[in-house]
């Protein structure tokens, strides 16, 4: 079964502001204190049967990065809560570039996740123009089953999300929410 059809790899999506605050709840298990954090970076080292390890966001990488791991895809954009923070360490990684302006998610950004994705033996970060955040929503829907990706929830912690079919169909009934531009119409 196709989840993702090509008319959504080819649109630009756009964020009304009357639907933020249905993307403000937590995609998955939401790790608020750095007990609960080191207990998940435990986890991370130890599974095996995890595909893909997935960060999205600066401090988010940073954190996962300090304790020895170093995520399959990684995407930044260089801020935290829109302040300009010092970039994380590139060495780990081979580093490619899109834009993506706040409140979208564009099909430049999509297509640089989905083919970073199918990479297997290089470990890669995605430095975005603009703003990241929204970002998570292809990181899932492109992932392999079994993948883990992570961001960070403003002001409460760090979200864990397993990849499922499950999870995937919960962040399509949401991307259905967002105005949908199809590239070149």
Not at 114 to 140: H, N
Not at 164 to 181: F, G, I, P, Y
């Amino acid at each position: 079964m196709k989840l993702v059809d090509n008319q959504v790899k080819t649109s630009t999506y756009i964020l009304p502001k009357e639907e933020r605050s249905h993307f403000k709840t937590p995609l998955g298990r939401l790790y608020k204190t750095d007990s609960e954090i080191e207990e998940l970076i435990n986890t991370l080292k130890l599974d095996k049967n995890i595909s893909k390890i997935i960060t999205v966001g600066d401090e988010t990488t940073r954190v996962i990065l300090n304790y020895s791991i170093v995520p399959d895809l990684a995407i930044i954009d260089g801020h935290i809560k829109r302040k300009k923070v010092e970039l994380v360490n590139f060495s780990h990684f081979e580093c490619k570039e899109a834009i993506n302006f706040a409140g979208t998610i564009s099909q430049s950004a999509w297509n640089t996740i989905r083919s970073s994705l199918k990479i297997s033996d290089t470990k890669i970060i995605i430095k975005i123009t603009g703003e990241e955040d929204l970002l998570v929503f292809p990181a899932i829907l492109e992932s392999p089953l079994g993948s883990k990706v992570l961001y960070g929830q403003p002001n409460e912690g760090l979200v864990e999300v397993t990849i499922t079919l499950e999870k995937k169909h919960n962040v399509l009934k949401l991307l259905q929410k967002m105005v949908k531009k199809i590239n070149g119409l």
